[in-house]
Nanobody
Framework: QVQLVESGGGLVQAGGSLRLSCAVS????????IGWYRQAPGKQRELVARVISGGSTNYPDSMKGRVTISRDGAKNTVYLQMNSLKPEDTAVYLC???????????WGQGTQVTVPS
């Protein structure tokens, strides 16, 4: 069982920046994937950024240039730096991890990010 605990969400004005943190109970460099998703009210959960084993990163086209995912192995923490935030970025941001390719997904409880229009 892997626990993930997010923090760093809040209210930020449009154009501002925010850094989210995800503390993981496992060795993040040993995980198959570790990353961030988001879910806005009435919308499907969507990928924001993730790191795949080996260190390569995945960003959907809609996020490229505005978000950066990084890892701190000493703290077993994954970060999501978000810049140029827009009202449409308002969502609950969830940390996700998978230990093996076909293993279960582990999820944190989420942290709310609100960008008022």
């Amino acid at each position: 069982q892997v626990q993930l605990v997010e923090s760093g969400g809040g209210l930020v004005q449009a154009g501002g920046s925010l850094r989210l943190s995800c503390a993981v109970s496992a060795n993040i460099f040993a995980m198959n994937t570790i990353g961030w998703y988001r879910q806005a009210p009435g919308k499907q959960r969507e990928l924001v950024a993730r790191v795949i084993s080996g260190g390569s990163t995945n960003y959907p086209d809609s996020m490229k240039g505005r978000v950066t995912i990084s890892r701190d192995g000493a703290k077993n923490t994954v970060y999501l730096q978000m810049n140029s935030l827009k009202p449409e970025d308002t969502a609950v941001y969830l940390c996700n991890g998978r230990v093996t390719t076909f293993g279960p997904d582990y999820w944190g409880q989420g942290t709310q990010v609100t960008v008022p229009s």
